[in-house]
């Protein structure tokens, strides 16, 4: 693997693609709008790269065995001695959370064909002590959390963080968030079925923004299921899913490069990057609150306490990390339609626990009452 991974890196480096590939003008450095450089771009974006044997003198595949590979079996590797040293120091703080397995679903033609095991922690104290250690100050950075939240998360003490909380530099006009209030969505097994109002609303939006790629951001794959039997078939052309196990990476390419292509999926609420016309509207189908039948860890948050605090937080914050997908920069602008008439009250009851610049960005709603 090493050896390999020495040999990619060198079919990788400059001195080896521009015995393939260059321009010209510019060589190997790339620049925009030229043909040429084209080319050496679409040979190192493709890693055709790792095909060429005749620089190389090797009997392996490197497209299999690269030093991207061994760069993932070394974060794996770094990954399982945290996870194996967390598991022998409280064995009873991690909780499968899904069992993904291929046996089970043969014959449904889905994109996956490997067995997934989701394990999850209960808290993650003893990890963050491994983090922050060795440090008399640590910095974390993010937009979706408040103090509350933080300190039950992360197991530290109230007097022991400092909480800055920013405003947002992005416009509210630019993000705006407009509560419709549909139909109220039921929660459990009901929610594979969805009010036909919710439909005809999805439709009608998609009508709207018919020349604008979008997402639309969902709880579960059984809702997507439903909406891609029922929604109308010329709308349906549009809509991109997204399935459990399916490369996100290609499914994100293939809609940056199709026009007014919509993605669809549960899986898209968090570390997804869609800036300026990648997406210029986003739906929110359902009111965010995380399962408590299936999901193990979840329900042992939601019975945690008894105002079920943690659980009503981590839900609210959850709209708020969906409300972000689609607007990514200062300039950047998108709307945001909201569904679900439960939304409003989970907005309206943590409004003292969400950001103010979010509050700010909600239309629809009054906080009045």
């Not at 693997?1 to 990619?8: D, F, G, I, L, R």
């Not at 990788?12 to 003008?25: A, L, N, V, Y």
């Not at 998108?334 to 979010?358: C, G, I």
Request: hydrophobic share 35%; net charge neutral; proline share 3%.
């Amino acid at each position: 693997m090493k050896n390999c991974a020495e040999h990619t890196l060198f079919l990788q480096s400059e001195d080896h693609i521009k015995k393939h590939h260059s321009c010209i003008r510019h060589g190997v450095k790339i620049k925009d709008g030229c043909t040429s450089c084209g080319k050496v771009r679409e040979y190192i974006k493709t890693k055709e790269f790792l095909k060429c044997k005749e620089h190389v003198d090797c009997e392996n595949d490197h497209r299999y065995i690269n030093h991207f590979v061994l760069n993932e079996l070394k974060n794996y590797t770094t990954k399982m001695k945290i996870l194996q040293k967390g598991l022998s120091s409280s064995d009873q703080n991690y909780i499968i959370t899904d069992i993904q397995s291929k046996t089970q679903d043969q014959g449904k033609n889905l994109p996956y064909n490997f067995d997934e095991i989701t394990i999850k922690p209960w808290h993650i104290h003893w990890f963050m002590d491994e983090l922050t250690g060795n440090f008399d100050i640590t910095l974390f950075m993010s937009a979706t959390i408040n103090l509350e939240l933080f300190c039950k998360e992360t197991g530290f003490r109230k007097d022991e963080v400092f909480f800055i909380n920013e405003d947002s530099n992005i416009p509210k006009e630019n993000r705006k968030i407009v509560f419709l209030k549909t139909e109220y969505i039921e929660s459990g097994d009901t929610e594979s079925v969805l009010p036909q109002k919710i439909i005809s609303q999805i439709e009608a939006i998609l009508k709207i923004r018919s020349e604008q790629r979008g997402v639309i951001l969902l709880t579960s794959y059984s809702q997507m299921d439903y909406i891609l039997e029922n929604i109308a078939s010329h709308l349906k052309s549009r809509l991109l899913p997204l399935y459990k196990g399916q490369d996100k990476g290609e499914a994100l390419e293939l809609h940056r490069n199709t026009k007014n292509s919509v993605l669809i999926s549960p899986g898209l609420e968090s570390g997804v990057n869609l800036p300026d016309d990648e997406s210029r509207f986003q739906i929110i189908v359902k009111a965010p609150y995380y399962p408590t039948m299936d999901d193990m860890r979840m329900k042992k948050i939601y019975n945690s306490e008894p105002d079920h605090r943690r659980y009503y937080l981590k839900s609210a914050f959850r709209l708020l990390q969906m409300a972000g997908r689609s607007v990514r920069h200062v300039k950047d602008y998108a709307m945001t339609y909201v569904l679900d008439s439960k939304a409003e009250r989970m907005v309206y009851h943590q409004k003292n626990d969400l950001p103010k610049w979010f509050i700010e960005a909600c239309d629809g709603i009054s906080f009045s009452k």
